[in-house]
């Protein structure tokens, strides 16, 4: 039981915070996080009650699932542009969370673009500067239309746009990396994309029931992940020989 915990200063040697390290430290108020974190693991803070402010140094490229979540009191948060990574909910459920007015609108905390509105419609270019977008970020938002990507993102995170039923252009900037798994599940309207030539990574069922036709796979690409267009319309692809692995059902009941 850590509720008496009140203030943790932890120190330059740790580079990581494992599973639930925090979690339902009710009482703690006061976190010193070093510049030698790397990542922040699932559930670290969830449910400190108490906790009202944090300051994420510029080292940590990653927050886990539901990090911050519950944390009722937590207004204020810095998170830097070094992260790329947000897991899902991560600030669920946390007073910056709550006190946001989510009909229709997108919430970010600084440079990270947390989540959108389910009622989020018509088209949407993400804010120029914008660093990370959070896991399942627009997931379920059924009327979204268009999305621009800026090229300031590095990762479109895993599920960022599942379920996004009515999602039928997206425009994607040279620099991105990473594609996550289910990025664009079931988009089953989704038929303008171009995957950027510095894509090195796709995730499983990234663009399963899409209704893309034609694809180019970027040339540093070398794995085809399991399910990657299985259910899609897609009728030609170029494969570049850099590939050395197709994965299963990778096209599976493609047209």
Do not use: M
């Amino acid at each position: 039981n850590c509720s008496s915990l009140t203030s943790i200063t932890i120190p330059n040697s740790i580079t990581s915070i494992g599973y639930g390290a925090f979690e339902a430290c009710s009482g703690l108020t006061s976190v010193t996080i070093p510049n030698s974190l790397t990542s922040i693991s699932d559930s670290v803070f969830s449910r400190c009650d108490s906790l009202t402010s944090i300051t994420i140094p510029s080292s940590v490229t990653s927050i886990g699932t539901g990090t911050f979540n519950f944390c009722s009191s937590l207004t204020s948060i810095i998170i830097p542009n070094s992260i790329t990574s947000i897991g899902y909910g991560a600030f669920e459920d946390s007073g910056i969370y709550n006190a946001f007015n989510f009909d229709g609108n997108v919430f970010y905390i600084d440079n990270a673009l947390i989540r959108a509105s389910e009622n989020l419609s018509g088209k949407y270019a993400i804010k120029e500067g914008t660093t990370a977008i959070a896991e399942a970020a627009f997931a379920n938002a059924r009327e979204l239309t268009d999305v621009v990507v800026p090229n300031s993102i590095k990762v479109i995170a895993r599920r960022t746009f599942d379920e996004c039923v009515s999602l039928r252009k997206v425009v994607l900037s040279d620099g991105l990396k990473e594609i996550g798994d289910r990025a664009f599940f079931n988009c089953c309207k989704l038929t303008d994309l171009t995957i950027p030539s510095s894509v090195t990574e796709i995730g499983t069922v990234a663009f399963y029931s899409t209704a893309l036709e034609r694809v180019d796979l970027p040339q540093n690409l070398t794995v085809i992940s399991h399910g990657l267009f299985e259910n899609s319309s897609l009728k030609e692809i170029n494969i570049p020989e850099t590939v050395t692995y197709i994965g299963f059902e990778a096209f599976a009941d493609s047209e």
